[in-house]
């Protein structure tokens, strides 16, 4: 499994389907075989980064 942002390997797992990017600090959830993106702002909030990318970006790809 790779990053959709960085393509990076550095990902380890937070929850049921949750993921974390050590590389580029995004929070992963997998939802229908797809990614959800969000970002963890300096807050605690979290932005969702789902419209900066593509529909075939976010597919999972299990490896
Ligand atoms: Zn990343």
Partial sequence: MRCPNCKGKDIG????N????????IELTIKDGRFCL???ELDGSLSSLDDL?????????VE
């Fill in 18 to 25: 949750q993921y974390y990017c050590w590389n580029c600090f």
């Fill in 13 to 16: 797992k937070i929850g049921t």
């Fill in 53 to 61: 990318f593509e529909e075939t970006e976010r597919r999972v790809e």
């Fill in 38 to 40: 969000h970002q963890v």
